[in-house]
């Protein structure tokens, strides 16, 4: 729809080219298998070696989190360590597992939950910004 809207406004165009790094990687690797045609260039950047295991590797993370931040979870005798829980999760400690989780599942899965800039105005702004709406505020 963006590149019909382009063409309809600005005439024919001699290629399309998408570039993007991480998500930005995935997002234009997965559109130009979906819709052959879109793209006549891809440049993905800093991207996964496939999407698929890296899902898995956050829910993993989430998971394990569960648990291992649970000792009631844990049977009886069983004490875990930092060193042990990082061996578990393939890291030196378990920073890397929180850090991912609270960006990756906490923060996707409620915009509004330590992303400030996914928060949508609440009140009337300035001359031409969204309202919580999204509608614009009207000029004066």
């Known amino acids: 729809m963006a590149k019909e809207h382009l063409i309809e406004t600005y005439g024919t165009l001699g290629y399309t080219i998408g570039t993007g790094c991480s998500g930005g990687s995935l997002v234009q690797q997965q559109v130009a298998n979906a819709y052959p045609g879109i793209y006549q260039g891809i440049l993905p950047q800093c991207s996964f070696p496939d999407s698929w295991s890296t899902g898995q590797q956050l829910a993993a993370y989430h998971f394990l989190r569960g648990y291992f931040e649970d000792p009631s979870k844990w049977g009886p005798g069983i004490a875990w360590t930092p060193t042990q829980v990082g ?43 969204p309202t919580a709406s999204g509608a614009r505020s009207p000029t004066t």
């Open 87 to 129: 061996a578990v999760e393939g890291h030196p400690n378990h920073v890397n597992s929180i850090v991912f989780d609270s960006v990756y599942w906490t923060s996707l899965a409620d915009p509004a939950d330590g992303c400030p800039a996914c928060q949508r105005p609440t009140t009337t702004t300035p001359r031409g910004t």
